[in-house]
């Protein structure tokens, strides 16, 4: 799994309780193999969970990724897979995380639902 | 109604480009219209629904109070932690940047910035080998050839390829894209690799092993390597070598892809190695992409006021620096900070959930603009102004260039400035308060 930026995930980054960022960001970026071998359809979702954490994504098809690899909006929903380990130099490996990939049918979190867990 | 009046090159402040011909209509002291910027500085300028109201959680609900009572609330926070973290810094100025470093010192605590979570190891690369820079205008008018490694400005920085690089026409450089060669090196296909001459798609986490194939090839010591290094074959390494070697200007410019992937401040190393080596046979500088529009800004005002340019350690008595031990998610997974304040970024969305959830286990301090994630975990909440937009200061471009930000319009909040000064103003007053008590 690797996360990163997009231009609607920047656009949006300054509001994040919007409506408009979550569809930018709780999207997870399959390649079009992957996708049609987890037999998935656009507005699916896919449970994505690794020893940090799981979360459940809406799939999205994208052409440029290679087979084996998701691409996730970074944020909020992207970080719940990534660990606390920094190697010494005081950045988490936000890119190159294992994880496993599942559709399934349960919903997305929002974000107030995300971080309720937390104590907000 | 007043007659709108237009605001001429005032910069934006959303990105590292801080691009500075921006065209603002004010109309009744509202914006109406951006020009010239991209979706996001757009997005940026033009604004939304704010925080209208400091705050102060009370039985679990946040509830409206005065600056003054949060300001006095924010003290009290900061002087009864043992280690408190002063923590963003990255979307303010550089003017707001001096206040919090005086404020980290005054109450012993670590300040850090969201360099930490981005280009830290780049910051922390560059320390160990050098940078060979340039500025932005000497890559728009004399670079022939750019070398995009693990970014993507396409979505990124989106006016980066039009104003300094691939696509800009400069004094050396007057046919544009179609004088220059383009390389892309990433995991994946972006928006900026199909303007590519030439795409790389290597192996994640593989970039330090395809730096150091680059460097025997370029070092003539080709025999050495191997058929594939990090999924591409050798005569790819080869050809991009000899372009490299070729140019009579190179830059390369690098993200995320880099710094977030194995190896991090090895792989910056790596290609910091590289560059200086390519200047034997040409001349080639190198950049990274910085994010947030003055994260530059607090790493220059840190290493001029404490020696160091992010994670330093105040608590000591003396200025202390040690990323993976003073910097932000480091103290956090570790339970090492017992209160923190929060500005000009959101740390509960772009830290990692453990950290995040460490957030939510000490009084937190948030200085924002905007509703986030963080005010969820807030106890004192503080709106600001709008640097960039509803307050003038000192930005610094990703390529190290001070810019002066401009006032595109007043504000009812306090800047980032002031509200500072209101804390440190009140820290004082309470120590002294606390002295007389025991005296």
Redesign the interface.
């Known amino acids: 799994m ?6 609607a995930q ?9 409506p408009d960022f979550f569809k930018a960001v709780a999207i997870c970026h399959l390649s079009e193999k992957d996708f049609k071998s987890l037999g998935l359809s656009e507005g699916r979702n896919v449970l994505l969970k690794n020893e ?2 799981q979360v459940v994504l809406t799939a999205k098809k ?5 087979d084996s ?1 998701v ?1 996730i909006p ?3 929903w992207a ?6 380990e ?11 995380l294992e994880v496993e990939v599942a559709a399934t049918n349960s919903p997305v979190l929002n ?2 639902e ?2 309720s867990g ?3 | 109604m007043s007659e709108a009046i237009m605001i001429k090159d005032a910069v934006c402040s ?2 590292g480009c801080l691009c500075d011909d921006i065209n603002v209509e004010v109309e009744d002291g509202k914006i109406q219209r951006v020009r010239h910027a991209c ?2 500085g757009s ?2 300028i033009m604004g ?1 629904a704010r925080i209208e109201s400091p705050m102060i959680r009370k039985n679990g609900v946040l509830v409206a109070v005065s600056f003054q009572e949060a300001y006095d609330k924010a003290a009290k926070i900061l002087l009864a932690a043992a280690k408190p973290l002063l923590y963003g810094w990255a979307s303010t100025s550089c003017e707001a940047a001096k206040k919090g470093i005086l404020l980290a010192e005054e109450v012993g605590g670590v300040l ?1 910035s969201t360099a ?3 280009h ?2 780049s910051v ?1 690369g560059i320390e160990e080998k050098g940078l060979p820079g340039a500025t932005l205008g000497q890559v728009k008018n004399r670079a022939d050839t750019i070398v995009f490694w693990g970014c ?1 400005p ?3 920085h ?1 006016r980066h390829s039009l104003r300094y690089s691939s696509n800009s026409c400069g004094k050396f450089t007057q046919e544009g894209r179609e004088g220059r060669k383009i390389i892309v090196v990433d ?4 928006r900026t ?1 199909k303007n590519a001459d030439k795409f790389i ?1 290597i192996s ?2 593989s970039d330090y092993e395809v730096i150091s194939a680059l460097r025997m090839l370029v070092a003539g010591k080709g025999d050495s390597v191997l058929d594939e290094v990090g999924g591409v074959l050798k005569a790819d390494l080869a050809d991009i070598a000899a372009t490299l070697k070729a140019a009579k200007f190179g830059a390369v410019f690098f993200g ?2 880099i ?4 190896g ?2 090895k792989n910056i190393d790596n290609a910091l190695s590289l560059v200086a080596e390519l200047n034997s046979h040409s001349k080639f500088v190198i950049m990274p992409m910085r ?1 947030h529009y003055n994260v530059g800004g607090i790493g220059q005002v840190l290493a001029w006021s404490s020696g160091y340019p ?2 330093v350690d105040f608590t000591r008595g003396g200025p202390y620096f040690n ?2 031990e003073t ?4 103290l ?2 570790r339970r090492d900070v017992d209160a923190a304040l929060i500005i000009a970024a ?1 740390a ?10 460490a957030l ?2 000490i009084p937190v301090i948030q200085i924002d ?5 963080t005010t ?2 807030s106890d004192v909440v503080i709106p600001c102004a709008i640097a960039g937009v509803e307050v003038e200061g000192t930005a610094y471009r990703m390529d190290g260039l001070a810019l002066r930000l401009r006032k595109m319009v007043d504000s009812s909040f306090p800047s980032d400035e002031d509200i500072l000064m209101g804390i440190l103003e009140s820290v004082h007053k309470q120590r002294q308060m606390t002295a007389n008590e025991g005296a």
């Open positions: 690797i996360s990163g930026r997009t231009l920047g656009a949006g980054c300054e509001s994040k309780m919007s940090f954490g994208d052409a440029g990724l290679p690899m691409f970074m944020g909020p970080n719940v897979l990534v660990g606390t920094t190697g010494g130099c005081g950045t988490p490996h936000f890119k190159g974000i107030r995300l971080f937390l104590g907000a | 959303f990105c979706r996001l997005s940026k939304h850090d930490t979570v981005c830290g190891p922390i993507n396409a979505e990124a989106p995991v994946r296909e972006t690799s798609r994640p986490g995320l892809g710094t977030h992937s194995r991090r401040y994010g992010m994670s990323p993976g910097s932000a998610c480091d956090l997974a959101d509960v969305s772009n830290f990692p959930r453990a950290t995040a959830k939510a286990g603009p905007y509703e986030n994630p969820l975990l």
